[in-house]
C-alpha cells in the first residue's frame, strides 16, 4: 500500500503575491480546480519542478480555507528563484502534507496565545493565526509579536493591518530593527521587544523565526518567568524527504519529519544543542 503522501499531484498556480522584496505568496490549487489536500495548521508540503528540484514548505493558509492552500516563499536559492520566476497559471508537483503540525484542538484550546514571529517565521504562524481567528469562540486572547529587519520586510503587511488589527480580542505589536522614513511604530528587536511588552505569564507561546531570534527570546521569555512547557515552535527547515527516510532531520533520538516539526521546548531541550 502506498503512503498517499509520496505521491505528487499537479497543482496550479492560481494567484502570486509579492509581499515584500524577496517574498513571494503562491495560491495553489489542483488541476480540478480544488483544494490539493487537506492539513492542519503547521504541516507542511513538497512543492516541486521537474528538472529543477524540490524543497519542503510551510503551508501558510489555514485549514478553514477550503478554497485553496498558499505557500510563503522567500527567495534563497536555485528551486525558490524558479518559483519566484513563474506566471499564474503555470504547473508545479505537490505532496504532503508532512509533520505533526501545532495542537490547535488540544494544548491550545480555550487558552489565551502568544504568537511571537521574526523575519519569514511569520508564514508558518499564518495558518495558525487565521485558524484561530476563524475559531476565535474556542480560544481566549490573542496577542502577536511580530518583528523583521524593515517595514518592506514584513510579511503579509496588509492582511495584518486591514483583518488583525481589526479583530476583537488581537493584539498586533510590530517592530521593525532599524528607524526607517514612514514608520512611525516600534525599532528594535523582537527578544527585547517581548521583555519590554511584559506578556501575561499564563498565555501559550507559538514562535518562529531566525534560529538567533529564538534563542534569545527563548531567554528572555524564562527571565519573565515563562516555561518551557509553555513554548512551542516549529522547525520545519530542517526537514528534507519528509517520510523519515534520509536521516537529514535527525536529531539526537528524533526526526523533525516524523516527530515534528512542531516542538514543545521542553522536548528539544533533552536533545543535542544542534540547532
Known amino acids: ?19 515584500t522584496p524577496d517574498v513571494k505568496t503562491f495560491r495553489v490549487v489542483g488541476t480540478d480546480g480544488k483544494k490539493v489536500f487537506e492539513h492542519i495548521p503547521g504541516q507542511c508540503a513538497m512543492l516541486s519542478i521537474p528538472g529543477v528540484g524540490e524543497a519542503m514548505f510551510s503551508i501558510t493558509s489555514s485549514p478553514t480555507n477550503t478554497e485553496f492552500m498558499e505557500f ?24 504532503g502534507p508532512y509533520g ?4 490547535v484542538e488540544s494544548a491550545f484550546k480555550g487558552k489565551d496565545l502568544l504568537f511571537i514571529a521574526g523575519g519569514i517565521g511569520l508564514a508558518p504562524l499564518r495558518s495558525v493565526i487565521n485558524y484561530v481567528r476563524d475559531k476565535r469562540d474556542n480560544y481566549g486572547k490573542v496577542q502577536i509579536i511580530y518583528g523583521s529587519r524593515s517595514m518592506d520586510d514584513l510579511v503579509d ?10 479583530d476583537d480580542g488581537i493584539e498586533v505589536n510590530l517592530t521593525i530593527d532599524r528607524e526607517q522614513e514612514g514608520w512611525d ?28 531570534m529564538i534563542k534569545f527570546t527563548l531567554s528572555g521569555l524564562k527571565e519573565l518567568g515563562f516555561q518551557e512547557t509553555q513554548v512551542f515552535t516549529t522547525m520545519e527547515l530542517r526537514m528534507k524527504c519528509g517520510v523519515g527516510k534520509c536521516g537529514r532531520c535527525n536529531i539526537g533520538s528524533k526526526y523533525v ?19
Open 72 to 95: 510563503s516563499i522567500k527567495k534563497c536559492g536555485c528551486l525558490t528563484t524558479w518559483l519566484h520566476a513563474m506566471d499564474v497559471g503555470q504547473q508545479i508537483t505537490i505532496r
Open 257 to 275: 519529519c516524523k516527530d515534528g516539526p512542531v516542538f514543545r521546548f521542553d522536548q528539544l531541550s533533552q536533545l543535542p544543542n544542534e540547532y
Open 157 to 166: 503587511y496588509k492582511e495584518i493591518i486591514d483583518e488583525w488589527m481589526a
Open 185 to 212: 511604530g516600534h525599532v528594535g528587536f523582537v527578544p527585547n521587544y517581548v521583555k519590554e511588552l511584559n506578556p501575561d505569564l499564563g498565555k501559550t507561546v507559538v514562535m518562529c523565526g531566525p534560529p538567533i
Open 100 to 103: 505533526n503540525g501545532f495542537p
Open 1 to 19: 500500500m502506498i503512503d498517499e503522501t509520496l505521491i505528487p499531484k499537479l497543482g496550479v498556480v492560481t494567484d502570486i503575491r509579492q509581499d
